[in-house]
């Protein structure tokens, strides 16, 4: 009984809110599947929601991580909004006038990160 004690005295739940979940990428989602696998840590979905238990140190990885790629997400958002307001990348338009392309495809071009390739997200 002491050693079961003592046992979840070292242990961690934490729920992270779908909206949470939300703004992680599919990279970040697979980078967090990865730590909890690696750190022996359960995951359970429920209705949009991720708990994550386990040994105390893991699940704390585990939301350090999610914070950093929020982080990152929110950083990234604001050098597209920032670079969109001073650089114009166009695309000759089907109707023959010129479109300013979006927000993340202007940042993607003008940093030469091409890697994925450009996408109309405009395009039905």
Not at 81 to 109: D, F, M, Q, Y
């Amino acid at each position: 009984m002491k050693l079961k004690q003592l046992y979840q005295d070292r242990c961690l739940t934490h729920i992270f809110t779908a909206k949470d979940v939300g703004s992680l990428s599919q990279d970040d989602i697979v980078c967090l599947q990865q730590l909890v696998d690696k750190e022996g840590l359960k995951i359970l979905s429920v209705q949009g929601n991720m708990t994550v238990s386990g040994l105390k140190d893991g699940v704390n990885r585990v939301i350090k991580e999610s914070q950093l790629s929020n982080l990152r997400r929110q950083v990234i958002v604001r050098e597209e909004e920032n670079l969109h307001s001073r650089v114009a990348w166009c695309i000759l338009g089907s109707s023959g006038s010129w479109e300013r392309l979006p927000k993340t495809a202007n940042h993607r071009l003008e940093h030469n990160n091409l890697a994925g390739g450009i996408m109309d997200d405009r395009a039905t």
